[in-house]
Nanobody, 121 residues
Framework: QVQLVESGGGLVQAGGSLRLSCAAS????????MGWYRQAPGKQRELVAD???????NYADSVKGRFTISRDNAKNTVYLQMNSLKPEDTGVYYC???????????????WGQGTQVTVSS
C-alpha cells in the first residue's frame, strides 16, 4: 500500500515561518500531482497549493506570495515553505498525492494523516 507521512507542523507567532514535508512510500509507480490542503475548525478542507510532476504550481489566492510548494521526485517528497504566517493560516494541513501503483493503472488520490499548524497573534 501507500503511505504519506507529514512533518513540520507546530506553533508559531504571526509573521513567522514553518516548513512542512510529506514523503510518500510504498507501492508507487508514478506520482502526478502532489499538494497541500488545510482545514480550519468549522470549515471545509481547502486547497492551499499543488504541484505537478513537471513542477507546474498552483496556489490559493490567500497564500500567494507567502507560501512556496516544491517537490523532490527522486524522494517522492513534497514541501511547503510557509512565510509571513497569519492567524488565519491556522488549521490541520493534509498532504495529498495523486498516484498510480503500476504501469497502466488509474491514478488514485492518497492522503496523509494531517499535521497541525497554529499561528498565534
Amino acid at each position: 500500500q501507500v503511505q504519506l507521512v507529514e512533518s513540520g507542523g507546530g506553533l508559531v507567532q504571526a509573521g513567522g515561518s514553518l516548513r512542512l514535508s510529506c514523503a510518500a512510500s510504498g507501492r508507487i509507480f508514478n506520482i502526478n500531482i502532489m499538494g497541500w490542503y488545510r482545514q480550519a475548525p468549522g470549515k471545509q478542507r481547502e486547497l492551499v497549493a499543488d504541484i505537478t510532476s513537471d513542477n507546474t504550481t498552483n496556489y490559493a489566492d490567500s497564500v500567494k506570495g507567502r507560501f512556496t510548494i516544491s517537490r523532490d521526485n527522486a524522494k517522492n517528497t513534497v514541501y511547503l515553505q510557509m512565510n509571513s504566517l497569519k492567524p488565519e493560516d491556522t488549521g490541520v494541513y493534509y498532504c495529498n498525492a495523486e498516484l498510480s501503483n503500476e504501469l497502466g493503472s488509474r491514478p488514485y488520490p492518497y492522503w496523509g494523516q494531517g499535521t497541525q499548524v497554529t499561528v498565534s497573534s
